[in-house]
């Protein structure tokens, strides 16, 4: 399983972005997708992951301003962050849970100005 994130940059405090992570194989069957990133000298942190049923989950400093969602026909997982903060600065990874392995993505970075 191999993963593509994309769409990361540049934006002001208060602004959007919509991040995208495809995938080369369906993600029907996929158990669980998942967007984490990873902020200069911080550990990586989970942040959102939407299930095989769509069921979703977030991390409480992006709950209500983050939405995780997947395309199964374009086999692509996508990340709308909204109402950005200086403090979503990072670089975000998509993953993959599939059979009980993770497969990761190369990341794409998000920069917030304030």
């Known amino acids: 399983v191999q993963l593509q994130a994309c769409g990361g940059g540049l934006v002001r405090a208060g602004g959007s972005l919509r991040l995208s992570c495809a995938v080369s194989?369906?993600?029907?069957?996929?158990?669980?997708m998942r967007w984490y990133r990873q902020a200069p000298g911080n550990q990586r942190e989970w942040v959102a992951e939407i299930f095989s049923n769509d069921v979703t989950m977030y991390a409480n400093s992006v709950k209500g301003r983050f939405t995780i969602s997947r395309d199964n026909a374009k086999n692509t997982v996508y990340l709308q962050m909204n109402t950005l903060k200086p403090e979503d600065t990072a670089i975000y990874y998509c993953?993959?849970?599939?059979?009980?392995?993770?497969?990761w993505g190369q990341g794409t970075l998000v920069t917030v100005s304030s």
């Open positions: 993953n993959a849970l599939y059979h009980l392995n993770n497969y």
């Open positions: 194989r369906s993600i029907a069957g996929i158990n669980a």
